[in-house]
T-cell receptor, first 109, second 114 residues
């Protein structure tokens, strides 16, 4: 699966949009981009995934560049409960998820 | 619909003791797996299963055994606990384990080996 690169930490004001970037320049054509988050040592929580097209669900939006080398997770109205470590993962044929260091998002009041 | 249930939530073992971490899912998922997470690190795969009777090793399998006799249950056995196995253990399940479906994680078992 593709190696991903994320900034180690970001801050966001409560109520504002949080935009979390991810670089995955080595992603192959059959690999999906997945986002998970982990709130304070709880189990990781699935957020969203996509292959080529932009995706939106009740939690977030995922914007994937046309060349698929990077993506952005958007939390439209961040709350204090969105403070977590966010993981961007390239997932293809392997029967596993490879977790990197992720981005620590801190939502500030 | 409980999702993925892990028991116990906390456990303290003495070096050399054995124990089994339980994981059960009620979503009829074919794929189940065990990860461990050490302080300040990402999750690492221990073992996984793509269906009843089928298991395979992940990145860090040494010191752990698994079996999958039913679709619902995937227990993780520590045969002789060592301090290096102090960690948080997460069980995850997925419809297939492949890229089309997300994984559902349990809330974790926090294990300390003294």
């Amino acid at each position: 699966d593709a190696k991903t690169t994320q900034p180690p930490s970001m801050d966001c004001a409560e109520g504002r949009a949080a935009n979390l970037p991810c670089n995955h320049s080595t992603i192959s054509g059959n690999e999906y981009v997945y986002w998970y988050r982990q709130i304070h040592s709880q189990g990781p929580q699935y957020i969203i995934h996509g292959l080529k097209n932009n995706e939106t669900n009740e939690m977030a939006s995922l914007i994937i560049t046309e060349d698929r080398k990077s993506s952005t997770l958007i939390l439209p109205h961040a709350t204090l409960r969105d403070t977590a470590v966010y993981y961007c993962i390239g997932h293809g044929s392997a029967r596993q998820l490879t977790f990197g260091s992720g981005t620590q998002l801190t939502v500030l009041p | 619909n409980a999702g993925v249930t892990q028991t116990p939530k906390f456990q303290v073992l003495k070096t050399g003791q054995s124990m089994t971490l339980q994981c059960a899912q009620d979503m009829n998922h074919e794929y189940m797996s065990w990860y461990r997470q050490d302080p300040g690190m990402g999750l690492r795969l221990i073992h996984y299963s793509v269906g009843a009777g089928i298991t395979d090793q992940g990145e860090v399998p040494n010191g752990y055994n698994v079996s999958r006799s039913t679709t619902e249950d995937f227990p993780l056995r520590l045969l002789s606990a060592a301090p290096s196995q102090t960690s948080v253990y997460f069980c995850a399940s997925s419809r297939t384990g492949g890229a089309s479906y997300g994984y559902t994680f349990g809330s974790g078992t926090r294990l300390t080996v003294v």
